[in-house]
């Protein structure tokens, strides 16, 4: 198996999904709720699951065979990733705790349909499938499926941690020094990862 490949997609995917965003922050809530909790982190698994493997076995394919759309997507997946990591860095600069998560109950099925808007819906989702893609097909033809593999482990890990920890974790996740390390640990991987595609 080659481990380097895995290793990267772990890294690149647990970095581009740690950003809190409206998805991971609906998790947590119901998480913090322990509301429909099983249900909205195995949808979340199988969305990136189905995403990050067309992303690299589809687009990243596609690409691969077009040397000339190859570049131009390693530039723009640097781009992305350059940007991406700067904005971590600035939020790290003024960071703030998660907001609380009062409201009142919803059913599975509206927690559910919430949960497939926010994923499919968010154009994010798609940039981080070109750039998962981008970052496939620059590995070697047999890293290829252990970067896909590694990407999912990174993403099932994150929402199960999500999931099951999310009473335990909030003290700390409202407590706005955390998000200033996570944003600066993020920021660095975004850059390091922008200038490997490059190189």
Known sequence: MNWQSCWIGFVSCGALIVAI???NAFVLRHSLRREHVTALVAFAIAADAVLISVGVLG???AIQRRPEVLAVARWGGAAFLLGFGVRALWRARSPVGLAGAAGPATSRRRA???MA???LLNPHCYLDMVVLGTLGAAQPANGQLVFVA???AASALWFVMLGVAGRLLA???ANPHTWRWLDL?????MIVLAIRLLG
Do not use: E, H, K
């Open 21 to 23: 965003g409206a998805q």
């Open 59 to 61: 687009v990243g394919a």
């Open 112 to 114: 559910l349909l919430t």
């Open 117 to 119: 808007a926010l994923t």
């Open 150 to 152: 590694g990407a999912i």
């Open 171 to 173: 003290a700390r996740l």
């Open 185 to 189: 640990l993020v920021g660095a991987t």
